[in-house]
């Protein structure tokens, strides 16, 4: 195709030799009808009749619609003639005709020929496309990709056609004329054509009947008409599902509470689709069941709501929960194979207990993430087919739904963090002004203290002991203080590391009590009473940490009991897995309500400002951290004020016996006993050297 296009229209040369003619708007719908009638008189004609057949398509794409029929047109006549602008490849010509490629900047690109010549009839539609205004323009360029029928509608063609022979013959001429300009190649075979053309306009014209071509036409426009009925029909149930679909969207959207998400989400959808029951749960592919607790009722239907709904066994849940599954649609739950294969499989047995005729299940996703489903039920004696607009309806709102549901989920999320924040800042200002309190108070005495002695030389001996005594006593109290601190602020942050061995209980007790017994003369603590039975299984612990924990609540045993009370220390096995350690006393008890307070940071049954046996206030929190790295248990008892105070420890038994690390051949308890007692001792001076 090396020939130069031609600028000038076949239209405007047609009307240049037939001045009087006037051209008219054609749609190209009607173009097509008057087509394809045309085309079919070539068709229904006579064997014989060989008529000179000259079509112009715009573009290659338009020929290629019509290429059948080109085809069967081409076995009629052998001068059969198709012009089209190549897109691709250059047109190969078929077999029985001629295709003819021309440039596309061809005036004939622009325009809709059809020449039928033959013997008993002539007709020819000549017509250039109308682009009225850039707009057109650009829609006619995107028609010829993706056009529809609506947009196809809306392109228009000025032109005339006729029966009249003349005006066939010259149309036929200026129509083979520039297929030689692009074809040389087919001089030879179109100059007879050329030549006895001039001839058939002088023959007479045979009438045919007209009324089979007319009752083509009118089917052919009958039937552009019909896909236009359906392509709007179709638009505007997109555009109704588009809106309900926004409508419930925007609803569900409203909401960032999940329950009200799924409220809107049933009600929507129900009055949407005028089902019987809709229902709408979450749950995630491997439940066994799920409680209704969303649904919209017609009138008269049973309520589902608070039943447990089976989904592990129901087979129609177990095909939605499928990656790759949008929807499971049952017309009828009487015969469809889903219900009846297995016979008597539950999702057929809900189905009667419910009553259920028609059953439309679609999931209800986010990504990748299942998340719940919707159920749509028409029930009693009607069957309902869920039509295509249907169930795509709900799957875009089990789209919306998943998003919604999900951004609910995170802002109820979010409410909760950010009320976990609020807690735990309030928790960080109390102690702050706890810990500042705790601090503030021994400083001011250590002050008062000091001010006093340096302003007052001439103070009296006694009184001067008193004060350096009172400033010392308050020195060690904030040195406890921040010790203890650090240490619980060490344990909360997990950065303790735990050597769990295998201990011996009464070992451990032992060492705690030395401790006790250094400081604290026989004269001024009440009695301790040790009741640990001689072959208790060791326990799995770390030992520094255990007689910290076992010192603490020797500690305030002793404190919180008269001189003339008694401790007693209890173990036992609970079970063949955890030992149970117990320090009773008969001091003044705990109220009930106030067992869990005591082991919070600062608690002091008579306020911190009244403190009257001392301490930091931070022992029993200490001793909780520490048992929960041990993995153990700490916790308190008692039958309230002046009745005495249980407190209990629940410690891991050791999987093994304690080692022995000597290679003698003692038996093995006495040289665990006294190396282990030695290891623990030296590991329990550093702590209490290091704090
Ligand atoms: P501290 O003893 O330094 O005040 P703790 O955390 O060890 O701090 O104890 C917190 C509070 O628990 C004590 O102030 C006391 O009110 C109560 N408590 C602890 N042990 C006993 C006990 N054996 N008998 C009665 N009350 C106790």
Redesign the pocket.
């Known amino acids: 195709m090396s020939s130069a296009a031609l600028p000038n229209s076949v239209l405007g040369d047609v009307l240049a030799e037939f001045p009087g003619l006037r051209s008219q708007i054609y749609f190209k719908n009607s173009l097509t009808a008057l087509s394809h009638a045309m085309e079919d008189l070539v068709l229904s004609g006579a064997e014989d009749e060989q008529p000179i057949v000259v079509a112009c398509f715009q573009k290659e794409r338009f020929y290629r619609q019509e290429a059948k029929r080109y085809e069967r047109i081409g076995r009629k006549s052998p001068h059969v003639f198709v012009l089209a602008s190549p897109e691709t490849d250059l047109i190969a010509s078929p077999s029985n005709h001629e295709a003819i490629p021309f440039t596309p900047d061809d005036a004939l690109a622009n325009e809709w020929h059809l020449v039928i010549l033959g013997d008993n009839y002539a007709a020819c539609l000549i017509c250039a496309e109308r682009r009225e205004t850039s707009e057109t323009a650009a829609t006619g360029k995107k028609s010829a990709l993706t056009e529809s029928p609506i947009e196809s509608r809306t392109r228009r063609f000025e032109g005339i056609w006729t029966f009249d022979r003349k005006i066939t013959c010259q149309s036929a001429l200026i129509l083979l004329e520039r297929i030689i300009h692009y074809r040389p190649d087919l001089k030879e075979r179109l100059t007879p054509l050329i030549t006895a053309i001039p001839e058939s306009v002088a023959k007479p014209f045979s009438h045919r009947d007209p009324e089979p071509f007319a009752q083509r036409l009118m089917t052919y426009l009958q039937t552009g008409q019909n896909k236009l009925t359906k392509a709007y029909q179709n638009i505007a149930n997109k555009e109704r599902r588009e809106r309900l679909i926004n409508s419930i969207s925007s609803t569900i959207r409203q909401s960032l509470n999940p329950d009200e998400v799924l409220v809107i989400a049933t009600k929507e959808l129900s009055k949407a689709l005028r089902v019987c029951r809709c229902l709408v749960y979450r749950c995630q592919v491997g439940d066994e069941t799920t409680e209704i607790v969303h649904e919209a009722l017609a009138a008269n239907v049973p309520a589902l709501a608070g039943n447990s709904w089976m989904l592990k066994d129901n087979p129609l849940f177990q095909a939605i929960a499928q990656d790759d599954v949008t929807a499971v649609a049952i017309a009828d739950t009487a015969c469809d194979e889903r219900l009846l294969e297995p016979a008597d499989n539950l999702a057929q047995q809900v189905a009667q207990q419910w009553n259920i005729t028609s059953w439309l299940l679609v999931p209800v996703r986010y990504r990748d993430k299942f998340l719940g489903v919707i159920e749509l039920h028409h029930c009693g004696s009607f069957t309902h087919t869920w039509s295509q607009d249907e169930v795509s309806l709900v799957e875009a709102v089990a789209v919306q739904l998943g998003g919604a549901l999900l951004q609910a989920q995170a802002y109820a999320d979010l409410e909760n963090f950010s009320e976990q924040l609020e807690v735990l800042n309030q928790t960080r200002s109390n102690l702050i002004a706890i810990t500042g309190h705790e601090l503030r108070t021994p400083l001011s005495t250590i002050r008062v203290c000091l001010e006093s002695l340096a302003s007052e030389p001439d103070m009296a001996q006694e009184l001067r002991q008193i004060m350096l005594e009172t400033a010392l006593d308050d020195a060690d109290r904030m040195r406890y203080l921040v010790q203890d601190f650090l240490t619980l602020s060490r344990l909360e942050s997990g950065r303790v590391p735990w050597n769990l061995e295998p201990l011996s209980v009464q070992e451990c007790v032992d060492l705690a009590l030395s401790g006790i017994y250094t400081r604290l003369d026989a004269s001024v603590r009440p009695a301790i009473i040790l009741k640990i039975p001689a072959h208790l299984s060791p326990i799995e612990s770390d030992g520094e940490w255990l007689v910290e924990v076992l010192s ?2 020797l500690d ?2 002793c ?3 008269p001189n003339d009370g008694k401790i007693v220390v209890t173990a036992y096995e609970v079970d063949d897995n955890n030992l149970q350690i117990t320090i009773a ?1 008969t ?4 109220e009930e309500n106030q067992l869990e307070a ?2 919070d940071r600062f ?4 306020g911190s400002l009244r ?1 009257t ?9 200490i001793c909780r951290q520490i048992m929960k790295g041990l993995g153990g248990r700490v916790w ?1 008892e ?1 039958e309230g004020r002046e009745c005495g ?1 249980e ?1 209990h420890l629940l410690v891991p038994i050791a999987d093994e016996i304690i080692p022995a690390i000597t290679s003698d051949s003692a038996p093995v308890s006495d040289s665990t006993v006294s190396l282990s007692r030695e290891a623990i001792r030296a590991k329990y001076r550093k702590i209490v050297q290091s704090t």
């Open positions: 603490k609540l305030n045993a404190k919180f009991t006393d001091g003044r008890g705990i005591v082991f608690y002091q049954a008579e403190r046996v001392g301490g930091t206030g931070l022992g029993l929190a308190a008692s105070s407190f």
